[in-house]
């Protein structure tokens, strides 16, 4: 089934197109796919579906796959060859692609393997966008103590604690930061506002006035204030478009716990 001419608008209208016996195989691959690599962008190019992740262009392409008349195919960058696991082998029969026989029952675990792998991978080569002034001076009045707390951590959490630091700088330049009851934690006119720490269950970013952003994954909320979390495992778990909108309402919904000592625990909204 050739579709590399073909122009379709989305990954729906492309299984669509194709056979009616195969459509399942394909919506149960997408499936996988999403579940391995969640906040990958999901596009069409060339005609076929393709995942980009951790860059834009040739760099951020993680995965293709397109169904033929006997077979479907999945298509690897050859540079990232060294992430896919050698189960995967004996389906390679060129550069860049895997060949699944249609009659043969399709390995959806394996796949899931595989583009988890490739997500890790992407993780551990992500680097930050070129720096210029503006970045570089919201980087520089960072406290040293935050930066010691994040080189501290293993690998893939301080790759998941640079990103949120790095996100957290651009939207809040203007906030004062510093290590505060053994994490990093960001104020705004001495407000507590955002912060981040290793826990057993991962990364915890904690959004002080979080509860009143109405924003269902921040789903793990405080028992007595107005404090709401999420939990990050790995960078590939960060969504950022969501992030930087936590981030802009953390500026505009605030409670008050600069004073809830002189109030005796009572929580006031500031706005």
């Known amino acids: 089934m050739?579709?590399?001419?073909?122009?379709?608008?989305?990954?729906d209208e492309y299984i669509s197109f194709c056979p009616t016996d195969v459509q399942p195989v394909l919506k149960k691959l997408r499936t996988t796919i999403k579940k391995a690599a969640p906040i990958a962008d999901e596009r069409i190019s060339y005609g076929m579906p393709f995942y980009e992740y951790g860059s834009k262009g040739y760099d951020g392409r993680l995965i293709?796959?397109?169904?033929?008349?006997?077979h479907i195919s999945l298509f690897i960058t050859p540079r990232h060859s060294k992430s896919v696991p050698s189960e995967l082998q004996e389906y390679?029969?060129?550069?860049?692609?895997?060949?699944?026989?249609?009659?043969?029952p399709f390995p959806y675990t394996l796949i899931e393997k595989t583009v988890k792998l490739l997500v890790k991978a992407r993780d551990l080569q992500i680097t930050h966008p070129k720096s210029t002034k503006k970045t570089s001076t919201k980087i520089q009045n960072i406290n040293k103590d935050i930066l010691s707390y994040n080189s501290k951590q293993t690998l893939a959490d301080k790759n998941i604690c640079n990103l949120l630091l790095q996100e957290i700088s651009n939207v809040l330049p203007k906030a004062e930061n510093?290590?505060?009851?053994g994490?990093?934690?960001w104020f705004l006119d001495g407000n507590p506002i955002v912060g981040y720490s290793k826990q057993k269950a991962g990364i915890r970013l904690m959004f002080w006035s979080g509860a009143s952003f109405d924003e269902q994954w921040l789903e793990v909320r405080g028992d007595k204030f107005k404090d709401a979390s999420v939990f990050y495992n790995a960078v590939s778990d960060i969504n950022t478009k969501d992030l930087k909108r936590w981030l802009k309402k953390s500026k505009e919904i605030q409670w008050d716990y600069k004073n809830i000592v002189k109030r005796k625990g009572i929580l006031e909204r500031l706005k």
């Not at 050739?2 to 990954?11: E, I, L, R």
């Not at 293709?64 to 006997?70: C, E, I, R, S």
């Open 92 to 104: 390679h029969v060129s550069k860049a692609t895997y060949q699944f026989p249609l009659d043969k």
């Open 183 to 185: 994490h990093p934690v």
């Open 64 to 70: 293709y796959f397109a169904a033929f008349k006997k």
């Open 2 to 11: 050739n579709t590399s001419n073909a122009k379709f608008k989305d990954v």
């Open 178 to 181: 510093k290590v505060w009851h």
